[in-house]
């Protein structure tokens, strides 16, 4: 049971580039959702899915595309890289809407 | 929607002492209500939660009071140990249909000091 899993651990981007940023988990967890970590900030909420094809904007939506297609699977995209979502982006399961657990999270700088 | 303020930003305890960190929330609505540890490059990791129907739970040296009332919650650890120095954060959401994921505080760096 591996969990909530990310990737990659690590990316740079340029300005302008697109990228997807995996996450998967084998825990049959319905509820799935992605956040960001900036310093000072704390973890803010971007898109969340209560299900395979059902996806819902959070507090900061804007930039970021995501899709549900299966259970298990629920990647972020960002269509073209802006230097202010540099951040450390965490992906989260949960068996309903509270308990939710974390992946290992993605490291992003976009230059 | 929610909006979940969280004191202090940085604590610092002698290892032994007890500490303390608090976050109001604004939702009267919110019932779900976990704290968060995370270490450095690490992830958050769940320590304890409450639900809106208990005023209190505890988990060997970690506990924490929820007054629904003035909308506040707290993180109570005793006996600090070097291990406890993490960034902690408190979250709120209501938990049920038409929930719309955890609002977070914006953490508090805890040290314990030898």
């Known amino acids: 049971n591996a969990g909530v899993t990310q990737t990659p651990k690590f990316q740079v981007l340029k300005t302008g580039q697109s990228m997807t940023l995996q996450c998967a988990q084998d825990?049959?967890?319905?509820?799935m959702s992605w956040y960001r970590q900036d310093p000072g900030m704390g973890l803010r909420l971007i898109h969340y899915?209560?299900?395979?094809?059902?996806?819902d904007q959070g507090e900061v939506p804007n930039g970021y595309n995501v899709s549900r297609s299966t259970t298990e699977d629920f990647p972020l995209r960002l269509l073209s890289a802006a230097p202010s979502q540099t951040s450390v982006y965490f992906c989260?399961?949960?068996?309903?809407?509270?308990?939710?657990?974390f992946g290992p999270g993605t490291r992003l700088t976009v230059t | 929607g929610e909006n979940v303020e969280q004191h202090p930003s940085t604590l610092s305890v002698q290892e032994g002492d007890s500490a303390v960190i608090k976050c109001t929330y604004s939702d009267s609505a919110s019932n779900y209500f976990p704290w968060y540890k995370q270490e450095l490059g690490k992830r958050p990791q769940l320590i304890i939660d409450?639900?809106?129907?208990?005023g209190e739970k505890k988990d060997q040296r970690i506990a924490v009071t929820l007054n629904k009332t003035a909308k506040h919650f707290s993180l109570h650890i005793t006996e600090t140990q070097p291990e406890d120095s993490a960034v902690y954060f408190c979250a709120a959401t209501y938990s049920g249909g038409g929930a719309d994921g955890l609002t977070f505080g914006k953490g508090t760096h805890l040290i314990i000091q030898p």
């Open positions: 409450i639900r809106s129907n208990v």
């Open positions: 989260a399961s949960s068996y309903s809407q509270d308990e939710q657990y």
């Open positions: 825990m049959n967890h319905e509820y």
């Open positions: 899915s209560v299900g395979a094809g059902i996806t």
